[in-house]
């Protein structure tokens, strides 16, 4: 090969591989955080085995995993008290036990690294979720300026404020609740899924068990999962900035005794509940009891998130366009896509000043027969769409799409 040609090709090369590394990471986006933890209750039927379960159910992976060490706490104890006042008095038991536990202080530490030693943080977390530049949050430098100012705070309401506390409080559906539920006295439950048995069956699982109860293979879960969020806003911003920030250069004893006594800066607010009864769940998979403890908790907890999404509008999922040609995104039926779901696609703009805004610029609706059925263990019950990768769709509006724009479920 001529010296020019060789030339020319490393060139070509060279700038192919330039314009690879600049395109961005499509599945880098801002991601809400969620913390998931379980009220545990020792004396009730199979509580080891759904804690057992629980540890291992993942973060949905269009949340930033935010856990903190412990996700397992004692569930309160309430008695002598109505159904409605249950309600009630339950949810502030709960709110009780998170601020005694110290819960949102705990996540603000976990979101600047701080040390508990010597209270020095750093951006490091903030800048890998946000996508921001190094220089651009140096806090010290950014305090500096209008721009600097309005880029921390940009950080602050597309990341923090958009932290959340799952509160998990799962019982084994008996009996008694089953009849409660068939009677109708739970009227807000939302049934998971149907009993589909695909792939396995209950020879497959005696075998592999070695001994399966006739509760196991019925086993059925009510889930009622509490959200809270954690608050950020312009005044928790300056105070936590101006009087409490230092990074590993700037450790100062005072400043991190502030911290660490303050007791009402950071709080978390409750947003509301839902309630959901797996039903019978398919026995594709299954092979041991303890898949089905995991198979049935996996589908209940998916499904409460699910509805608090419906729910409430700041708790919905963005997730951004893969192609455009096709049209497609990795979203399916565990995020509720159906024939009759609508997106709007959502554009990010920049503003002069460093913040974030997004821009509707249409409406999307899936193609039926290629919604990808992504809910935990679907393959094993050869459900359609098990074997999609993602979900594609069509335009229901007129609007220029590109990868990387975010979609969201409307109503």
Request: charged letters at 25%.
């Amino acid at each position: 090969m001529k010296p020019i040609r060789i030339l020319m090709v490393l060139l070509a090369t060279a700038i192919t591989n330039i314009a690879l590394a600049q395109q961005p990471d499509i599945e880098k986006y801002h991601r809400s955080s969620l913390y998931s933890l379980l009220l545990k209750h020792p004396e009730k039927e199979y509580s080891a085995e759904m804690i057992e379960a629980f540890r291992k159910i993942p973060i949905p992976d269009k949340y930033n995993n935010h856990n903190l060490k412990l996700t397992v706490f004692p569930s309160p104890v309430l008695q002598k008290l109505t159904k409605e006042e249950m309600e009630g008095a339950f949810k502030d038991a709960i709110t009780n036990l998170l601020n005694r536990n110290k819960v949102a202080r705990r996540m603000v530490e976990k979101w600047f690294d701080r040390d508990a030693k010597t209270g020095a943080m750093d951006m490091n977390l903030v800048m890998e979720r946000g996508l921001y530049d190094a220089s651009i949050l140096d806090v010290r430098k950014a305090r500096m300026s209008a721009r600097g100012t309005a880029m921390l705070a940009d950080a602050g309401e597309e990341l923090l404020n958009h932290t959340y506390v799952l509160v998990n409080d799962i019982r084994y559906a008996d009996k008694e609740v089953e009849k409660s539920i068939v009677g109708g006295a739970l009227m807000a439950v939302h049934t998971v899924g149907s009993f589909v048995p695909l792939g396995s069956n209950v020879m497959d699982i005696v075998t592999a068990s070695g001994h399966v109860t006739s509760n196991i293979l019925g086993f059925k879960v009510l889930v009622t999962s509490y959200l809270y969020k954690l608050e950020w806003n312009d005044e928790i911003a300056s105070t936590f900035y101006n009087t409490m920030w230092m990074d590993a250069n700037s450790a100062d004893a005072a400043i991190k005794k502030v911290f660490d006594t303050d007791q009402s800066l950071f709080r978390l607010k409750y947003i509301g509940s839902a309630t959901v009864y797996s039903g019978k769940t398919s026995l594709g998979g299954v092979k041991s009891e303890k898949d089905m403890f995991l198979k049935v908790c996996t589908r209940a907890v998916d499904r409460s998130i699910l509805e608090l999404q419906r729910s409430f509008d700041e708790f919905k999922v963005n997730t951004p366009l893969i192609s455009t040609d096709p049209i497609y995104a990795y979203i399916g039926m565990k995020e509720g896509v159906s024939k009759e779901s609508r997106y709007e696609v959502l554009e990010r703009i920049m503003t002069k000043e460093g913040r974030t805004t997004y821009k509707k610029v249409g409406v999307i609706k899936p193609v039926e027969g290629k919604i990808w059925d992504n809910r935990f263990m679907a393959a094993d019950d050869l459900t359609e769409g098990s074997d999609l990768s993602y979900t594609t769709f069509e335009k229901v509006s007129d609007g220029k799409f590109y990868p990387g724009m975010l979609i969201r479920e409307i109503k």
